[in-house]
């Protein structure tokens, strides 16, 4: 069983920046972040795969970046210029798997509570 446990989330203005972190209670192969929007599904952010692939959201491109400090079991996403539709609850999730990470739900076994993004314009 992996815990996890999100911070940082809150409100700022369009263009502004926020840096949600996630610390885990081991060591998993597989993290990403997801976010829910209301009304909206559950949709995937960006995702690590170890300790050096990553791959990012069409939506996040060029403004997010997910990263690891493995020696805290911390999964980081810097969020940049943000815009009212990145508002959203973001959530950590990790998966037993060893290969073969990606941006589906079920491929994720644990999730976090969520933390709340509000970006007002």
């Known amino acids: 069983q992996v815990q996890l446990v999100e911070s940082g989330g809150g409100s700022v203005q369009a263009g502004g920046s926020l840096r949600l972190s996630c610390a885990a209670s081991?060591?998993?192969?597989?993290m990403a972040w997801f976010r829910q929007a209301p009304g909206k599904e559950r949709e995937g952010v960006a995702f690590?795969?170890?300790?050096?692939?990553?791959r990012h959201a069409m939506s996040a491109k060029g403004r997010f970046t997910i990263s690891k400090d493995n020696a805290k079991n911390t999964l980081y996403l810097q969020m940049n210029s943000l815009m009212p539709e990145d508002t959203a609850m973001y959530y950590c999730?990790?998966?037993?798997?060893?290969?073969?990470?990606?941006?589906?739900?079920?491929?994720?076994?644990?999730w976090g509570q969520g933390t709340q993004v509000t970006v007002s314009s």
């Open positions: 081991g060591s998993v192969y597989c």
């Open positions: 690590m795969s170890g300790d050096v692939i990553t």
């Open positions: 999730a990790a998966g037993r798997r060893t290969y073969g990470c990606s941006l589906n739900k079920p491929d994720y076994n644990y």
